[in-house]
């Protein structure tokens, strides 16, 4: 089995390689490293059925081998990283996945898109179902990656509709080791702000809410997907739903943090709620998440003091 994998050297992308290679793949990764990091696929330098190719994604890939999925992970997905490149996030969600949906139509390989829970927008309907159409501010900041994940699920669809195998997956919060510290998500800045007792910095009054899910639940959803025959978008995310001050607090007990809790504006646009129905997931794999937060979150933790005594940051 010969897989393409865009965003190889991001987070979820590294995690993805790693159940692949031991589930016996071959992988072609591509990245340009816009938010990925070399070091989130040093350790799979030397082996022999991993190879990346650094290249951007919206110009067309000229690959001759023979491939069986093409998974198109490449994005930039966390906000103030989508806000810093909004026009490199709206090509690698439009041009990037035609040319991608191309590619694999020429291959005869199955397609898998991640979307994301932000099709939902800042959600009316709550939990989130896969039926619900969302709530989308289309000219707000956000728009770039909303929209583009958007249109990246309604051009995968149409490619679906005339006979290409795709599959679409919502991806919910989803934290773990690797995630860049700077990247200026909320896991990672809570974590890294708490490791050097810094201030952790609570947008808003901190009542709204995300449901956090730990990476090896996602990859495991990602992989049973491929194997059963279903195109429509299906959610993968942890119903476990708190709020970002609930949040903050825990990673402070879990860190034994000597850090304070302050409030910095709400960025604009910032969904109240977020919860996923996985009622779909759950009878079509078999699947619901088995990593609890406060497991994961120690789990994070864990991996971010480990390379900050061998780094100095996290
Ligand atoms: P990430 O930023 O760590 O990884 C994205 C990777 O894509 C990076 O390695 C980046 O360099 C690469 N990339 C970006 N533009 C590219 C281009 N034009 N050509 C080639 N490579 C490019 O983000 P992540 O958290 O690993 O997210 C991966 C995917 O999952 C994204 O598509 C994202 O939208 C989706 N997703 C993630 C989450 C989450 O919570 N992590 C939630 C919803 C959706
Ligand atoms: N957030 C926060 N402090 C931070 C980073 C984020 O309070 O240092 C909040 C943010 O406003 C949002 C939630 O945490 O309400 C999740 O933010 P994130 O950027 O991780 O992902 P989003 O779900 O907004 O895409």
Redesign the pocket.
């Known amino acids: 089995m010969r897989v393409l994998l865009?965003?190889?050297?991001?987070?979820?992308?590294?995690h993805l390689c790693d159940r692949l290679l031991a589930e016996g793949c071959e992988i072609l990764g591509?990245?340009?490293?816009?938010?990925?990091?070399r070091e989130?696929i040093a350790h799979l330098e030397d082996h022999l059925r991993f190879r990346v190719l650094e290249?951007?994604?919206?110009v067309p890939l000229d690959v001759r081998e023979p491939l069986d999925w093409v998974l198109?992970?490449?994005?930039?997905?966390?906000p103030p990283?989508y806000l810093a490149?909004p026009i490199?996030?709206l090509?690698?969600?439009s041009e990037?996945t035609h040319h991608l949906l191309e590619l694999a139509r020429h291959h005869g390989a199955q397609f898998l898109l991640?979307?994301?829970?932000?099709v939902y927008g800042d959600p009316m309907v709550h939990p989130q179902v896969e039926s619900y159409w969302g709530h989308v501010n289309p000219v707000g900041p956000r728009s770039v990656?909303d929209e583009s994940?958007r249109y990246a699920e309604a051009i995968t669809t149409s490619y679906g509709r005339s006979g290409l195998s795709v599959r679409i997956i919502?991806?919910?919060?989803?934290?773990g080791p690797?995630?860049?510290p700077d990247?200026g998500?909320v896991v990672s800045n809570f974590i890294a702000q708490a490791l050097s007792d810094r201030p952790l910095t609570v947008y808003g009054d901190g009542s709204q809410t995300r449901s956090l899910?730990y990476?090896d639940d996602?990859v495991e959803g990602i992989i049973r997907l491929m194997d059963v025959e279903w195109s429509a978008p299906v959610n993968l995310g942890n119903p476990e739903e708190l709020t970002v001050r609930e949040l903050a607090s825990l990673v402070i007990e879990l860190t034994g943090s000597a850090s304070v809790i302050t409030s910095e504006p709400l960025p604009d646009d910032d969904p109240r709620r977020r919860k996923p129905d996985i009622t779909l997931a759950t009878r079509l794999l078999g699947w619901k998440p088995r990593v609890l937060v406060r497991q994961g979150l120690a789990r994070t933790i864990g991996h971010y003091r480990e390379r900050l005594s061998q780094v100095g940051c996290p």
């Open positions: 865009t965003g190889a050297a991001g987070f979820v992308g590294s591509v990245d340009n490293f816009l938010t990925g990091r989130n290249r951007d994604v919206t198109h992970f490449a994005s930039p997905a966390s990283k490149h490199e996030t090509l690698v969600n990037g991640a979307s994301t829970s932000e990656y994940k919502r991806i919910f919060n989803t934290y690797r995630m860049d990247d998500r899910q990476v996602l």
